[in-house]
């Protein structure tokens, strides 16, 4: 009889710790997610749409019940005080915690980011914001893949018109530093040999052209270009297929797996690579370069390669 109860308490812990392997499994938010989603999941209470559009657009038309954040007044990035490096994550966290609460967002939330999705630059604020959300130790958040464009290209889908005022809720912070790359972390990662990919157009990067923000024309010694543009179809909303994802690494000479570090002028386009890289290829050991060459030329941080040099 012991041995018959040992036998059950063994198979109903065995069973418990299954279903609550297929519980999170099912509460585990995906990275994308398309419009036959977001159709199903509109006015669930624990979902909130943030749409990225300008307030303009936002106020013509979002998906019903979506609250608007701005990306570049919101307070998701700022100039650093010390250095007045551009566009960083806040030093001091406060507004933006405030921020995301005043969306109606807390840490049960599932947040589905939604960019214009007119091209892969404004998804690259939708992948910014995403990396931002993990770094404060939110893994609950998706991105609409294809963005307003793909949702508002099918008539049968609902528009809502107007602003939506959420409750606010409290949110709290969890900073994750894992998943951010520091000048320092750089300068460590070329001296062991770490991948570093750069995230910009092959102009920027082969120093033809150069962000107005930058000091200095080229890239970091030794780093692969896979430009960002690349991983969307045709540089628009739609993010690849994780097979040609990896067919393009293959052609940028860049690997699927192992440490890396993905970097551009402000962490923008970076945080396509970033996004691409760690949660559609994979690779966990993905990190982000917030400042970018922007702050490695501003503050003569090392070395810069320029490939190409024009008289």
Same mark, same amino acid.
């Given at each position: 009889?012991?041995?018959?109860?040992?036998?059950?308490?063994?198979?109903?812990?065995?069973?418990?710790?299954?279903?609550?392997?297929?519980?999170?499994?099912?509460?585990?938010?995906?990275?994308?997610?398309?419009?036959?989603?977001?159709?199903?999941?509109?006015?669930?209470?624990?979902? *909130?749409?943030?749409?990225?559009?300008?307030?303009?657009? &936002?106020?013509?038309?979002?998906?019903?019940?979506?609250?608007?954040?701005?990306?570049?007044?919101?307070?998701? $990035?700022?100039? $650093?005080?010390?250095?007045?490096?551009?566009?960083?994550?806040?030093?001091?966290?406060?507004?933006?915690?405030?921020?995301?609460?005043?969306?109606?967002?807390?840490?049960?939330?599932?947040?589905?980011?939604?960019?214009?999705?007119?091209? %892969?630059?404004?998804?690259?604020?939708?992948?910014?914001? %995403?990396?931002?959300?993990?770094?404060?130790?939110?893994?609950? *958040?998706?991105?609409?893949?294809?963005?307003?464009?793909?949702?508002?290209?099918?008539?049968?889908?609902?528009?809502?018109?107007?602003?939506?005022?959420?409750?606010?809720?409290?949110?709290?912070?969890?900073?994750?530093?894992?998943?951010?790359?520091?000048?320092?972390?750089?300068?460590?990662?070329?001296?062991?040999?770490?991948?570093?990919?750069?995230?910009?157009?092959?102009?920027? &990067?082969?120093?033809?052209? $150069?962000?107005?923000?930058?000091?200095?024309?080229?890239?970091?010694?030794?780093?692969?270009?896979?430009?960002?543009?690349?991983?969307?179809?045709?540089?628009?909303?739609?993010? $690849?297929?994780?097979?040609?994802?990896?067919?393009? &690494?293959?052609?940028?000479?860049?690997?699927?797996?192992?440490? @890396?570090?993905?970097?551009?002028?402000?962490?923008?386009?970076?945080?396509?690579?970033?996004?691409?890289?760690?949660?559609?290829?994979?690779?966990?050991?993905?990190?982000? &370069?917030?400042?970018?060459?922007?702050?490695?030329?501003?503050?003569?941080?090392?070395?810069?390669?320029?490939?190409?040099?024009? @008289?």
């Amino acid at each position: 009889m012991k041995k018959l109860l040992t036998h059950w308490n063994g198979l109903l812990a065995a069973v418990f710790i299954l279903f609550l392997g297929i519980t999170q499994a099912a509460l585990a938010a995906d990275p994308l997610v398309d419009t036959a989603w977001v159709k199903a999941n509109i006015g669930k209470s624990d979902v *909130v749409f943030v749409d990225l559009q300008p307030a303009t657009g &936002y106020l013509r038309g979002h998906i019903p019940g979506a609250v608007n954040s701005d990306f570049g007044k919101s307070g998701w $990035r700022e100039e $650093r005080a010390a250095d007045k490096v551009p566009d960083m994550l806040p030093t001091n966290l406060d507004k933006l915690v405030a921020h995301i609460g005043s969306l109606g967002i807390d840490n049960n939330t599932h947040v589905v980011l939604v960019a214009p999705g007119d091209a %892969y630059l404004d998804m690259g604020w939708a992948t910014r914001i %995403y990396w931002t959300f993990k770094v404060l130790g939110h893994d609950n *958040v998706s991105i609409l893949n294809g963005g307003m464009n793909d949702w508002a290209k099918n008539k049968a889908n609902p528009m809502q018109t107007g602003m939506t005022k959420a409750e606010p809720k409290t949110f709290t912070a969890h900073l994750d530093k894992s998943l951010i790359a520091t000048v320092e972390d750089v300068k460590a990662a070329k001296a062991k040999g770490v991948m570093l990919i750069d995230s910009r157009p092959e102009d920027q &990067y082969v120093g033809i052209n $150069r962000n107005p923000k930058a000091t200095e024309n080229g890239t970091l010694p030794g780093a692969k270009n896979l430009p960002s543009g690349w991983t969307t179809e045709n540089g628009g909303g739609k993010f $690849r297929s994780t097979a040609t994802l990896k067919q393009l &690494y293959k052609v940028a000479g860049v690997p699927v797996s192992g440490e @890396q570090i993905t970097f551009c002028n402000t962490g923008h386009l970076a945080s396509i690579g970033w996004f691409v890289s760690s949660e559609l290829v994979g690779n966990k050991k993905t990190k982000l &370069y917030d400042g970018s060459m922007v702050e490695w030329t501003m503050d003569k941080a090392g070395p810069v390669e320029q490939k190409v040099k024009l @008289q």
